[in-house]
């Protein structure tokens, strides 16, 4: 198994300022220090020479021990929110397994196909090496997220090895929808039954796990992370590059969000569109006209929101979305927030007070008019919408203690 090497504090905090996390000096050393029971506040550990994780370890008497399972742009913010409620974290990643570079074309091959499968023998290998690290760390709770590699016998010799341990999943994709792959998500959907705890990110997923055989489940929504989704100070550079009317930052998919952000660039708006999968689609000379299109992550992503007058949100339909991720993000940035309605998220955020919503194209239409026409009134509801997710427990580090504490409930259940 790959030995986790350690970053210096120079190091780590250039990853925390790719994450959109600026530390000064003095305030990395300072997490540097060591606490009371002789732990560095922050310990930065690179697994592979491609990527990073940040670990937060702030021990405290009445913290649990956690495994985070998961991939790596996922796993930063709950080790950031679970660490800072004085919980032990320990971070196992998979996509190492597959991301090795390979010489020869068959290898590569070979690698793709098991990651798309779920099977083979670099699977295999993974689900075995998950169990000796759980053992090894003696893990008192373990949060798989995205559990699509883990196998359900894997979990029957880790519960004999560590039969203490809580175990609990989390899935931010909808592992029901009849739009994925069947073979995507049968280790997921296999596994619920052997869970203590199943975490669901939309509503009607809390159902679908319950009937699958999760002995328990539990809405988790999305969240938005306080030191990345914030208001930014753009440079007139920024604002060159990302300025515009609306902009829609997300993946394409063939549910009409082409056809509606090419009758905003038609009606005369400036439209800029950052994402996935828009190469597979033809966009008009309106739409394309700053040049293709391509995905913004990190402090970039965020200065596009910010640098936009509207934000767009359209619900994946693949997922049978109620809201995704984005709802909370553009809100914090302090930026408007035009998005697809739901009920689920009238109930967030109150339209036309916090967001506001459009149902159709030709709602979006005329929504999108009125509040590029109306500045006072569309920078109102930006300033209450930004309000709104910093008051209402949208936050990481709020959604981190829903976790720890049914993980602490059902722990002190099993070592009663």
């Known amino acids: 198994m790959t030995q986790p090497c350690y970053l210096n504090l120079d190091q780590a905090r250039q990853v925390l300022a790719e994450m959109g996390i600026e530390l000064t000096e003095r305030q990395m050393k300072r997490a540097a220090d060591q606490d009371a029971h002789g732990r560095r506040k922050i310990r930065a550990v690179q697994r592979s020479s491609r990527s990073a994780i940040i670990e937060q370890l702030v021990e405290s008497p009445d913290g649990i021990s956690i495994t985070r399972v998961g991939h790596v742009s996922d796993v930063v913010g709950a080790l950031y929110a679970l660490a800072s ?12 397994y597959f991301d090795a570079e390979e010489a020869s074309t068959i290898g590569r091959m070979a690698r793709r196909l098991q990651q798309r499968l779920r099977d083979g023998p670099l699977v295999r ?8 690290q759980a053992v090894e760390w003696g893990a008192e709770a373990v949060f798989v997220f995205r559990g699509d590699m883990v196998r359900p016998q894997t979990y029957g010799l880790l519960k004999r090895h560590l039969p203490a341990t809580v175990w609990a999943g989390y899935n931010n994709d909808n592992p029901f929808s009849s739009m994925h792959p069947r073979h995507r998500f049968r280790h997921f959907v ?6 203590d705890l199943a975490f669901a990110y939309r509503p009607k997923n809390v159902v679908d796990f319950e009937q699958a055989g999760a002995p328990r489940a539990v809405l988790l929504p999305p969240w938005y992370i306080p030191e990345m989704d914030r208001p930014f100070d753009l440079s007139d550079d ?14 394409y998919e063939a549910d009409g969000r082409l ?5 905003l660039a038609e009606a005369g708006h400036d439209v800029r569109l950052f994402g996935t999968g828009w190469d597979r689609v033809s966009l008009s000379s309106r739409l394309s006209r700053n040049g293709p299109v391509r995905p913004v992550r ?9 640098a936009a007058k509207i934000a767009l949100v359209f619900l994946s339909k693949v997922n049978d979305d109620c809201y995704t991720r984005r709802n909370f993000e553009i809100p914090a940035t302090g930026t408007f927030m035009l998005s697809e309605f739901s009920d689920e998220l009238a109930a967030l955020f109150e339209p036309g007070v916090h967001a506001d919503y459009f149902s159709d194209q030709a709602e979006l239409l005329a929504k999108a008019e009125l509040y590029l026409r109306d500045e006072e009134r569309r920078k109102t509801i930006a300033r209450d919408g930004h309000a709104k997710v910093q008051n209402s427990g949208y936050d990481v580090v709020s959604r981190a203690r829903i976790v720890a504490d049914h993980l602490a409930a059902i722990r002190e259940r099993l070592t009663a």
């Open 85 to 96: 409620l004085g919980h032990e974290i320990h971070a196992f990643r998979w996509h190492t």
């Open 125 to 132: 290998r993974m689900n075995a090496d998950l169990v000796e």
């Open 190 to 195: 296999a596994s619920l039954k052997e869970l």
């Open 259 to 263: 056809q509606k952000l090419e009758a």
């Open 238 to 251: 920024d604002r060159i590059r990302f300025g515009c009317d609306l902009a829609f930052i997300g993946h």
């Open 298 to 306: 990190g402090p970039d992503y965020r200065k596009a929101l910010c």
